[in-house]
T-cell receptor, first 111, second 116 residues
Framework: EDKVVQSPLSLVVHEGDTVTLNCSYE??????LLWYKQEKKAPTFLFML????IEKKSGRLSSILDKKELFSILNITATQTGDSAVYLC???????????FGQGTELSVKP | GAGVSQSPSNKVTEKGKDVELRCDPI?????LYWYRQSLGQGLEFLIY????????KSGLPSDRFSAERTGGSVSTLTIQRTQQEDSAVYLC??????????????FGPGTRLTVT
């Protein structure tokens, strides 16, 4: 059965800290891995990764994929309270576009 | 519109009643998805529409759940004879379809369904 596992499930840090969120996957026919940020309601898109070793970067956030070891990490440097959210990892298993989601990592950044 | 919209934002219903949830995708997006998010859980795929193709219903949890997409745009998710375990946030997403590779899905704000 295809699955996506995120760790840790929750994390509390202080402003200015750097955090690393993990996502591992087992899917039959991998096409891409996506990261989303979910605050109150709608998940918002962060990154899509399709190739190993190529870092995607947006401001203080960056992400990289390892297709050999079947995992991805999401890094957030110099965290701010506005980074507090649930971060969702999802994999497209090339079956029509539906995404398989992990449980999410709940990040709380304290002032 | 600017983004995916869903209505209602909140719905409280009694066990056994039917409910309809609506999704308006981003204009021009041919793919539309429904997901369910139970408390503290990740998103669970329900159903997927792509253009005029037959929908992928593989994620629907029971035959009480159905969905349609009229005119290739607005979609309605219907839950018949609701049960308490149907309580969740129902999220809709839409995307363009690329010829090759993946395409990000854009999510609506969701409908929080509470079955009492």
């Amino acid at each position: 059965e295809d699955k996506v596992v995120q760790s840790p499930l929750s994390l509390v840090v202080h402003e200015g800290d750097t955090v690393t969120l993990n996502c591992s996957y087992e899917v039959t026919n991998f096409r891409s891995l996506l990261w989303y940020k979910q605050e109150k309601k709608a998940p918002t898109f962060l990154f899509m990764l399709t190739s190993s070793g190529i870092e995607k970067k947006s401001g203080r956030l960056s992400s990289i994929l390892d297709k050999k070891e079947l995992f991805s990490i999401l890094n957030i440097t110099a965290t701010q309270t506005g980074d507090s959210a649930v971060y969702l990892c999802a994999v497209d298993d090339n079956q029509g576009g539906k995404l398989i989601f992990g449980q999410g990592t709940e990040l709380s950044v304290k002032p | 519109g600017a983004g995916v919209s869903q209505s209602p934002s909140n719905k409280v219903t009694e066990k056994g009643k039917d409910v309809e949830l609506r999704c308006d995708p981003i204009s021009g997006h041919t793919a539309l998805y429904w997901y369910r998010q139970s408390l503290g859980q990740g998103l669970e795929f329900l159903i997927y529409f792509q253009g005029n193709s037959a929908p992928d219903k593989s994620g629907l949890p029971s035959d009480r759940f159905s969905a349609e997409r009229t005119g290739g745009s607005v979609s309605t998710l219907t839950i018949q004879r609701t049960q308490q375990e149907d309580s969740a946030v129902y999220l809709c997403a839409s995307s363009l379809v690329a010829r090759a590779g993946s395409y990000e899905q854009y999510f609506g704000p969701g409908t929080r369904l509470t079955v009492t």
